[in-house]
């Protein structure tokens, strides 16, 4: 097995200085504006929305999330949807407040999280009847583990969602994959974060023996969602920088270089794929 990195120390941060520039579920991944006036607020909502039309839930389902962040997804599909919901997350601080959030919306009883790594922990197999990975798969040093895993989990005509940042094709990773930018979101704001080309994770469904079902572009999307987070920061710069001077600064500096690169360098697409047999 490929080593796992012990990283993103981002993650780690203290969560309020999340709660200043996402929206108020806290969702660390692309939006859907489906209408000029959306706000971040309710085209994140749109792309709970999306994720659960795209993965076929009608309510009750038993569902994973592989990297849940601070529990957007789970306490989504939990409270809207009766969901039973497991997430994953190897970042400590963020199961607090997941837990706290699942009391308050009285669904403790249906989303549970586990601290530790996908590749590492033991779960059920065919356990599951669907599986998410929201902008978490960036972090994981081996698709194919990751993808072998997911369909060993998923029940048999259960669904997987991956949405993903990609390089746009091979030749641009390989021009871009060890400029400054990639190496500071990589090293300094991550620990371990490897951008790869969308052909690179279809062959890691194909090989898995996954069918694949839909690939959405959803770059457009991810760039004005990036640029709501950048305005956030920027009116919360003082508060930030309470927990630690320049925080606000070099965020924004991150923000930026995610989204100079859209459509040149980089796209986002949501990538759906179903374990046929
Ligand atoms: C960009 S955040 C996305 C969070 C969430 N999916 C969302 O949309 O808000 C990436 C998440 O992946 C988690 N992560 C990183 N490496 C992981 C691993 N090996 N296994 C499971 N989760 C991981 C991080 O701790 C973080 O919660």
Redesign the pocket.
Known sequence: MTA?ADT?QH?DLDPDIFGQFLDPL????AARYDAEHDTLESAQRNKLRFVADRLGLRGGERLL??????G??ILYMASELGCRTTG????PR?HGYIAEQAAARGVAELVETKV????RLDLPARGFDAVTL???IV??PDPDEVFRRAKTVLRRGGTLYVSESCFRNTATRTAFDDRDGTGFVREDIFGFGELRPLSELIAAAENAGFSITSVDDLTDDYRRTIADWIANVDAAAARIDAHGPGLAAKLRHYLEIANAGWGYTTKHYALVCRNAR
């Open positions: 796992v993103n993650y806290r969702k660390y991944s999330d592989v990297g849940c962040g601070w957007s997804l994953i997350s190897p970042a963020q530790g790594h996908f590749e929201l902008g978490s972090h994981m």
